[in-house]
T-cell receptor
Framework: ETGVTQSPTHLIKTRGQQVTLRCSSQSGHNTVSWYQQALGQGPQFIFQYYREEENGRGNFPPRFSGLQFPNYSSELNVNALELDDSALYLC??????????FGQGTRLTVV | EDQVTQSPEALRLQEGESSSLNCSYTVSGLRGLFWYRQDPGKGPEFLFTLYSAGEEKEKERLKATLTKKESFLHITAPKPEDSATYLCAVQAWGGGYQKVTFGTGTKLQVIP
C-alpha cells in the first residue's frame, strides 16, 4: 500500500467534454507526476509538479493541464476529450529526484 | 529524444527457471533508472532505483544491475507469484526540465 490515492477509479466521458482527475500524494512527498497508460503500453509521462510549480513535461498537447496544491495533492485536467484519450491515468508521488510511488489509477473511457 | 527499449516483450518460465530481462536506454543527463512491477489493472509497484554504472541491488529473488547503456533484472528461481509485467524507466534532465521515460515492459509468466 503506497498511500497514493486517486479518484475516481473509473470514468466515462463523451468526446469534446472536459475531465478532472484527482490525486492525493503519499505523506511527506512534495513531487507529483502524471502518466497516461494505454492498454499494453508503458506509462507515458504527461508532466510533473514540484512544490506547486511544473518542472517537467512530456509530449502532450496544452489541453492536458495540471495543478498541485499547497498540501501537495494534485489535479489533472483534460479539455476537449478525444477518443484516443481513453486510457489508465496514473499519479505518482515522490520526493524530488527519487523513486515514485504510484496510485491505482483512474480508468478513463471516452465515447 | 530519450528512448527505453525492453526485451523480451513476453517471457514464459517454468517455476525455478532463472532468467534475465533487459532494458536498454538512450538518454542524456541520466538521473536514475527505475524498475517497477505492474499487475493487471493496478498501478506500478516500485522495485529498485539505480543511479550509476556498476550499481547492483537485490530484493528476494530479484537483482537489478546497471551499465552505461542497459540494465538487467535477473530473476532467480521464480515462483508463479512473480508473474507480472516488469517496467523499466529512466529519469533525465534536459532543457531545464525533468522527464521520465518508460519502456513498454516485459510480461513475465511463471508456470507451476
Amino acid at each position: 500500500e503506497t498511500g497514493v490515492t486517486q479518484s475516481p477509479t473509473h470514468l466515462i466521458k463523451t468526446r469534446g467534454q472536459q475531465v478532472t482527475l484527482r490525486c492525493s500524494s503519499q505523506s511527506g512527498h512534495n513531487t507529483v507526476s502524471w502518466y497516461q497508460q494505454a492498454l499494453g503500453q508503458g506509462p507515458q509521462f504527461i508532466f510533473q509538479y514540484y512544490r506547486e510549480e511544473e518542472n517537467g513535461r512530456g509530449n502532450f498537447p496544452p489541453r492536458f493541464s495540471g495543478l498541485q496544491f499547497p498540501n501537495y495533492s494534485s489535479e489533472l485536467n483534460v479539455n476537449a476529450l478525444e477518443l484516443d484519450d481513453s486510457a489508465l491515468y496514473l499519479c505518482a508521488s515522490s520526493l524530488k529526484n527519487t523513486e515514485a510511488f504510484f496510485g491505482q489509477g483512474t480508468r478513463l473511457t471516452v465515447v | 529524444e530519450d528512448q527505453v527499449t525492453q526485451s523480451p516483450e513476453a517471457l514464459r518460465l517454468q517455476e525455478g527457471e532463472s532468467s534475465s530481462l533487459n532494458c536498454s536506454y538512450t538518454v542524456s543527463g541520466l538521473r536514475g533508472l527505475f524498475w517497477y512491477r505492474q499487475d493487471p489493472g493496478k498501478g506500478p509497484e516500485f522495485l529498485f532505483t539505480l543511479y550509476s554504472a556498476g550499481e547492483e541491488k537485490e530484493k528476494e529473488r530479484l537483482k537489478a544491475t546497471l551499465t552505461k547503456k542497459e540494465s538487467f533484472l535477473h530473476i532467480t528461481a521464480p515462483k508463479p507469484e512473480d508473474s507480472a509485467t516488469y517496467l523499466c524507466a529512466v529519469q533525465a534532465w534536459g532543457g531545464g526540465y525533468q522527464k521520465v521515460t518508460f519502456g513498454t515492459g516485459t510480461k513475465l509468466q511463471v508456470i507451476p
